[in-house]
């Protein structure tokens, strides 16, 4: 089974550092979607195994 998690990035810099950080624990980056409603963010939907 295989568990998801969407987080909001400011900018291109911060967006690395939380998908960098995120690798450590195991996470995938499944996909990077641009979003601007009131401010620019990126949402990255991150895809792991679930532990059992």
């Known amino acids: 089974m295989?568990?998801?998690r969407v987080i909001e990035a400011n900018g291109a810099a911060n967006?690395?550092?939380i998908m960098n950080e995120?690798?450590?624990d195991?996470?995938?980056v499944l996909g990077?979607?641009?979003w601007t409603y009131?401010?620019?963010r990126l949402v990255i939907?991150?895809?792991r195994e679930k532990a059992p």
């Open 22 to 24: 995120m690798a450590k």
């Open 38 to 40: 009131w401010t620019i």
């Open 32 to 34: 990077v979607t641009y």
């Open 2 to 4: 295989k568990e998801y």
């Open 45 to 47: 939907t991150f895809v």
């Open 15 to 17: 967006a690395e550092a």
């Open 26 to 28: 195991g996470w995938e």
